[in-house]
Nanobody, 125 residues
Framework: QLQLVESGGGLVQPGGSLRLSCAVS????????IGWFRQAPGNEREGVSC????????YYLDSVKGRFTISRDNAKNTVYLQMNSLKPEDTAVYYC??????????????????WGQGTQVTVSS
């Protein structure tokens, strides 16, 4: 059974850091692109970052470039999102998702095949 499970969310002060984890099971991580998405109340879900299968090319939303870093550990079947210099506007539920086709990252969330349940990130003083 294919499954993605996010963890690592929580409450953090502005300027703080969190590391989110996306643990996958039931499929070979390297054969998929893994994306991180977020959704704040009243907003549409948006792509934050993605790591391509195979060569691990990475992509970032402009507003998180230089602050967030995505990485993968195929041996642990886990993808990470290191988030530094967090801002209140980063507050959202964060989801990871997997896409099989060509192992490629795309912006259209409908192209992703499997989703985790989400983890809440709250940035507030």
């Amino acid at each position: 059974q294919l499954q993605l499970v996010e963890s690592g969310g929580g409450l953090v002060q502005p300027g703080g850091s969190l590391r989110l984890s996306c643990a996958v099971s039931g499929f070979t991580l390297d054969y998929y692109a893994i994306g991180w998405f977020r959704q704040a109340p009243g907003n549409e879900r948006e792509g934050v970052s993605c790591i391509r299968g195979g060569d691990s090319a990475t992509y970032y939303l402009d507003s998180v470039k230089g602050r967030f870093t995505i990485s993968r550990d195929n041996a642990k079947n886990t993808v990470y999102l290191q988030m530094n210099s967090l801002k209140p506007e980063d507050t959202a539920v964060y989801y990871c998702a997997a896409r099989r086709r060509f192992r490629a990252c795309v912006s259209n969330i409908k192209e992703y095949d499997y989703w985790g349940q989400g983890t809440q990130v709250t940035v507030s003083s």
